[in-house]
C-alpha cells in the first residue's frame, strides 16, 4: 500500500509556472506507474501524464506535451510535474495517482491516490 500527499499548487500568471511535487510513503515506490491527473470544476478527471517504474519512460496528454515534464525519483519516493507556460485552461485540482505495475492513462486503473493540490492560473 502506498499514501500520496501532493504539494506545489498555487495561483500563477498565465505563461509562468510551477512544479508539484507527490510524495509517496511506503518502501515500494520503485514498484508503481505513477500518473498525474486533473480534475476542473463540472468536468471528469483528466489525464494529464504519466510515467513508469523506471522513470525511462513518460506519456502526456495532447494538451500538454511540450509544456509539462513529469518525472520521478525513485530514492526520494517523489514524482514530480514541472508545468511551463501556464494557461488559463490548466486551472484544476492535480491529482498524483499510483499504480501496481504498467502505466495507464485511465484514472479507473489507478489503485491510490492523493488528496489533490489547487492549481489556478489567471489570464
Known amino acids: 500500500q502506498v499514501q500520496l500527499v501532493e504539494t506545489g499548487g498555487g495561483l500563477v500568471q498565465a505563461g509562468g509556472s510551477l512544479r508539484l511535487s507527490c510524495a509517496a510513503s511506503?518502501?515500494?515506490?520503485?514498484?508503481?506507474?505513477m500518473g498525474w491527473f486533473r480534475q476542473a470544476p463540472g468536468k471528469e478527471r483528466a489525464f494529464v501524464a504519466t510515467i513508469n517504474r523506471s522513470g525511462g519512460a513518460a506519456d502526456y496528454a495532447d494538451s500538454v506535451k511540450g509544456r509539462f515534464t513529469i518525472s520521478r525519483d525513485n530514492a526520494k519516493n517523489t514524482v514530480y510535474l514541472q508545468m511551463n507556460s501556464l494557461k488559463p485552461e490548466d486551472t484544476a485540482v492535480y491529482y498524483c495517482?499510483?499504480?501496481?505495475?504498467?502505466?495507464?492513462?485511465?484514472?479507473?486503473?489507478?489503485?491510490?491516490w492523493g488528496p489533490g493540490t489547487q492549481v489556478t492560473v489567471s489570464s
Open positions: 495517482a499510483a499504480r501496481s505495475g504498467a502505466t495507464g492513462t485511465s484514472y479507473l486503473w489507478y489503485d491510490y
Open positions: 511506503g518502501r515500494t515506490f520503485s514498484s508503481y506507474g
